[in-house]
């Protein structure tokens, strides 16, 4: 198995992706952690207007194997969720890097974006 992993993204260990855009982060979690869950069947997203530290769980997968929390990759305020993937969790893997997205924050830190792995420390971590 070969997962993707989009150049232009930032990693986190446990498996979320980050894309900054200005001041705004767009979080999901990586094509390698989907296939690790399986079939996604449930995601719980954070509060609009919730303030997040990098590592606190803010969110939760549950697949038919197993539930998982999901980490804030960086500290911020959850400014958007995608109510789409609450609709139709299936997105998350399907669409792990599109579609299947979970948040957006407004980042209070933006130093942390660069603590976090590129695509090519990222793959090798998970022996892609």
Not at 2 to 17: D, I, N, Q, R
Request: aromatic letters at 8%.
């Amino acid at each position: 198995m070969s997962s993707k992993v989009p150049t232009e993204l930032k990693y986190a260990k446990s498996h979320e992706w980050l894309r900054v855009e200005g001041d705004v982060a767009t979080i999901g979690i990586t094509d390698h952690a989907q296939h690790e869950l399986t079939d996604v069947v449930f995601v719980e997203l954070p509060t609009l207007g919730r303030k997040v530290a990098a590592g606190e769980a803010c969110a939760v997968v549950e697949s038919v194997k197993t539930a998982s929390d999901i980490y804030s990759p960086v500290s911020g305020e959850v400014i958007e969720v995608n109510a789409l993937v609450s609709n139709q969790p299936d997105l998350v893997n399907t669409q792990p890097y599109q579609g299947g997205w979970f948040y957006k924050i407004r980042l209070s830190q933006p130093e942390e974006a660069s603590k976090l792995m590129g695509a090519p420390e990222y793959a090798q971590s998970i022996g892609a």
